[in-house]
């Protein structure tokens, strides 16, 4: 048998590499998948990467090169905001604001959603679609009457912002955390009670820790929603920008430097990161939660 024939035989029996969930991929797909997959990167991670290095620059550089990187490649600006006492006053009313508001959404999302999945009572469905109709209103159509609201009621500053936030969370989490609560084994209730636990310590001892998957996801979410609120600060929180929270703390120092650009994107910047950074660190357990309300 000559080479050329052992050859055609070798590569006649070579089988295309399998694909993991079954059947066979051809090798360009996978190339054309990796760069699909990078150009989304690219689109997502390009403008921030932007606006931190914008960060760096001069103003002169901005002007002179939009596209480049900064050169030369200068401190100052960051250091400028992260010096003076306004941007940490308003990270720190954002914190408060996030915090309260994240810590009330799971402990009164997970008071609702116990008996909505747990116990059976006439009119259980009702509540649960007059929780979910909660949706169909989001707040910038309600944010003038309950501006209004507040303001008769004597609330203002940060609890203003709190209130109405944990509010308007409370829909998602309870659809979020019922079938989540629902899927928990019944056999474990029962034998609770077998052993003496009344249900309100089934709740706080047994419930809470095997729910803490998708306690953490509507946290995230609660957390991440509250962050970045903008329009109800918007009504609330005028007049002293040491009052405010970040999101419009960067409007109303955008209208304070609006010819400083660099230090602009600077600001911007250091007001988005930590938000990112945190979304970051929880991912994964957003995945876990959302994924074990599917299954429930």
């Given at each position: ?23 066979l991929m051809p090798e ?6 990796i760069g699909i997959g ?238 990112l950074a945190f979304f ?17």
């Open positions: 048998m000559s080479v050329d024939t052992q050859r055609a035989g070798a590569s006649s029996t070579r089988t295309p590499r399998p694909r993991r969930g079954g059947g360009g797909s996978t190339y054309l998948a990078l150009v989304g990167v690219a689109l997502t991670l390009g403008p921030i990467a932007y606006l931190i290095l914008g960060g760096f620059r001069t103003q002169g550089d901005l002007a002179a090169n939009p596209t480049g990187l900064p050169d030369p490649f200068q401190w100052q600006n960051y250091w400028e905001i992260l010096s003076g006492p306004l941007f940490w006053r308003q990270l720190l009313n954002s914190t408060l604001v996030a915090v309260a508001t994240t810590a009330a959404v799971v402990l009164f999302g997970t008071m609702a959603a116990y008996p909505l999945s747990r116990y059976r009572f006439r009119g259980r469905e009702l509540v649960f679609v007059i929780f979910t109709t909660g949706l169909m209103f989001p707040l910038t159509v309600a944010v003038l009457p309950l501006y209004l609201l507040l303001r008769d009621l004597g609330i203002s500053g940060l609890w203003g912002l709190v209130i109405p936030q944990i509010a308007f969370a409370l829909p998602v989490t309870i659809i979020i955390l019922r079938p989540f609560i629902a899927a928990l084994p019944k056999e474990l209730e029962e034998a609770s009670f077998m052993d003496g636990i009344t249900r309100i310590g089934f709740f706080w001892r047994m419930l809470l820790p095997l729910a803490r998957p998708a306690m953490v996801t509507v946290g995230v979410l609660a957390f991440i929603g509250s962050w970045n609120a903008y329009l109800l600060p918007l009504l609330l929180l005028t007049g002293d920008p040491s009052g405010m929270t970040l999101p419009l703390g960067v409007t109303t120092f955008q209208g304070q430097h609006s010819a400083a650009t660099t230090m602009i994107m600077a600001y911007t910047s250091l007001a988005m990161l930590p938000a970051l660190l929880m991912e994964r357990r957003i995945v876990d939660g959302l994924t074990g309300a599917v299954k429930g």
